[in-house]
């Protein structure tokens, strides 16, 4: 008993020092691991935009079709990400009077499907061309980041100007070399906007004397007669050039009415990968205004991956409980378990020949013969007749019929049959005498 007790005292010990090492040790730190966008900042590439408005007092929403008009204030700000929105001129007058009662628009041309040969895009741009502006071919190696930036990741470093082959093999040597890990060590702190040369932006001026560095998109630039001769009816009130020497401009102010129009070529601008980049976010703030705040963005619908993740718990649960209930459908029986029934039909033959063997079993056969022969006899007109007339009509009908004068009279005026057989054969005479009527 005593070595027993000693044991339990020796264990207390070890577990009560076990914990005083572990929290003498014991020291707790939190690290932060950069896992990359979340699925609602996958759907939405303005998550950040309306997160920036939301911050600065205003209030974010989103729509999905133009006829969201109906519904704003005069004072609100309506954004729409491509002018295809506005996909027919009654649209485009809505639009515009709704500028002219104070709204402010601010729209991104379409550039998809045009051809500058032609001059002209694949479907007609309706609100374009009740503004008078037309589209111009800006700078074609004019780009933001690499296109295998989003997937490398910001530390990758790619340049513009490599193909995808050079990019991938550079980005692999210096993951072997061990040159990322040196270079995130010796950089303290990254710079916030990328590498962009001074004549690729453009300066705007703001309230206070302060300027506004802007990094637009001049792959497509957009023209109005305007921009050369400001007399000119319907020109732009504002607007700004990257280079001195291009015809067009990656943006423009129109005033109607009370509210302004804004139109842009570069639809990137303030989506989350670009809106932290120079003066964007302000830029934004300042076109904003004090009103409600509309994103009119293009459709995006969830993936199949994505609405199978969302949804496979229900799914599971309900294909487990129509399992459950098909077994319990199966399993409910009563009584012994028949046989299945013959889904072969049987011939014409094997039907009469079933009918006959149970008219049998039924005792049905005499009145059977016995319908036969009175039909018969009332048709000979013998229904009453005596001995002799018999033997006369016997005569006359086994004349005609090759049958014997026994057989006529058993068959017309004998017992019913007893058997199969006598039946049979009653019945085949009956059937004979019948026919030679």
């Not at 309230?207 to 630039?221: I, R, T, V, W």
């Not at 423009?252 to 303030?270: K, P």
């Not at 991956?305 to 209930?325: D, K, T």
């Amino acid at each position: 008993m005593t070595t027993k007790r000693l044991l339990i005292g020796i264990a207390v010990l070890l577990c009560a020092g076990l914990v005083w090492l572990f929290l003498t040790f014991f020291e707790r730190y939190t690290e932060e691991k950069d896992r990359g966008w979340g699925s609602e900042a996958r759907r939405n590439p303005f998550l950040a935009a309306e997160q920036y408005l939301a911050g600065v007092g205003l209030e974010p929403q989103q729509a999905e079709n133009i006829s969201v008009l109906n519904t704003l204030l005069a004072d609100a700000t309506l954004f729409i990400a491509s002018s295809s929105q506005v996909y027919n001129p009654q649209r485009v007058e809505e639009l515009l009077q709704w500028v002219r009662d104070g709204g402010h628009a601010i729209v991104v041309a379409r550039t998809e499907g045009f051809d500058f040969e032609e001059g002209r895009s694949e479907e007609r741009d309706w609100l374009l061309e009740a503004l008078g502006v037309s589209m111009l071919e800006g700078h074609g190696d004019y780009y933001f980041e690499h296109p295998l930036q989003p997937l490398l990741g910001e530390d990758a470093e790619l340049k513009p100007e490599q193909s995808p082959g050079e990019a991938l093999r550079e980005y692999n040597r210096r993951i072997e070399e061990g040159q990322e890990e040196e270079q995130a060590e010796s950089e303290k702190e990254k710079p916030r906007n990328p590498d962009v040369d001074p004549e690729d932006l453009v300066t705007l001026p703001t309230a206070g004397g302060n300027e506004a560095q802007l990094h637009f998109d001049a792959s497509h630039l957009l023209y109005h007669p305007g921009i050369e001769d400001n007399t000119v009816e319907g020109a732009p009130v504002f607007f700004a050039k990257v280079w001195r020497d291009d015809e067009g401009v990656p943006f423009m102010q129109f005033a109607q009415g009370e509210g302004v129009i804004t139109l842009m070529t570069d639809s990137t601008m303030w989506q989350s990968h670009r809106i932290g980049h120079f003066d964007h976010a302000y830029f934004l703030q300042l076109l904003a205004g004090s009103g409600d705040f509309v994103f009119l963005t293009r459709p995006r619908f969830d993936s199949l991956g994505l609405l199978a993740r969302q949804y496979a718990a229900e799914f599971f649960i309900s294909g487990l409980l129509a399992l459950l209930g098909w077994l319990i459908l199966r399993a409910r029986r009563f009584g012994p378990l028949q046989p299945s029934p013959e889904i072969a039909r049987r011939s014409l033959l094997e039907h009469i020949s079933a009918c006959g063997h149970y008219y049998w079993r039924d005792d049905q056969c005499q009145r059977l013969l016995r319908g036969q022969r009175e039909e018969l006899l009332r048709r000979l007109g013998a229904t009453d007749t005596s001995s002799s007339a018999r033997q006369t009509l016997s005569k006359r009908l086994s004349a005609t019929t090759n049958l014997s004068e026994h057989n006529i009279i058993a068959s017309l005026w004998g017992k019913p049959a007893t058997s199969e057989e006598s039946f049979t054969e009653q019945m085949r005479t009956l059937q004979r005498i019948e026919a030679v009527l």
